[in-house]
Nanobody, 124 residues
Framework: QVQLVESGGGLVQAGGSLRLSCAASGRTFSSYAMGWFRQAPGKEGEFVAAISRGGGTTNYEDSVKGRFTISKDNAKNTVYLQMNSRKPEDTGVYCC?????????????????WGQGTQVTVSS
């Protein structure tokens, strides 16, 4: 069992930066690949970024490539999402997910555990 708690959301102006954190409970965090997904009002949830179990491989949704960076600190049981050059379309609830195993995924159905999410609002 893994429990995930996101933090770091808030209001930021377009062009600004924000770092989200997702803290995991349990001693097996290093066994999980991690991902970030977001859901904007009135839209379906979408993949944002994922990282492999060991942190050596990452994958990003096209619209955030070059602006967002996902990282994983197994010693701190935490995964981060550094978001730079924010745009209003980045607004939404950001959730992190944990997927047991080495390989990361961009599909929600592959993830085993989820956090409650943190709201991010980007003003223009």
């Amino acid at each position: 069992q893994v429990q995930l708690v996101e933090s770091g959301g808030g209001l930021v102006q377009a062009g600004g930066s924000l770092r989200l954190s997702c803290a995991a409970s349990g001693r097996t965090f290093s066994s999980y690949a991690m991902g970030w997904f977001r859901q904007a009002p009135g839209k379906e949830g979408e993949f944002v970024a994922a990282i492999s179990r060991g942190g050596g491989t990452t994958n990003y949704e096209d619209s955030v490539k070059g602006r967002f960076t996902i990282s994983k600190d197994n010693a701190k049981n935490t995964v981060y999402l550094q978001m730079n050059s924010r745009k209003p379309e980045d607004t939404g609830v950001y959730c992190c997910g944990a997927k047991c195993g080495l390989v990361m995924s961009s599909y929600r159905r592959d993830y085993d555990y989820w956090g409650q999410g943190t709201q991010v609002t980007v003003s223009s």
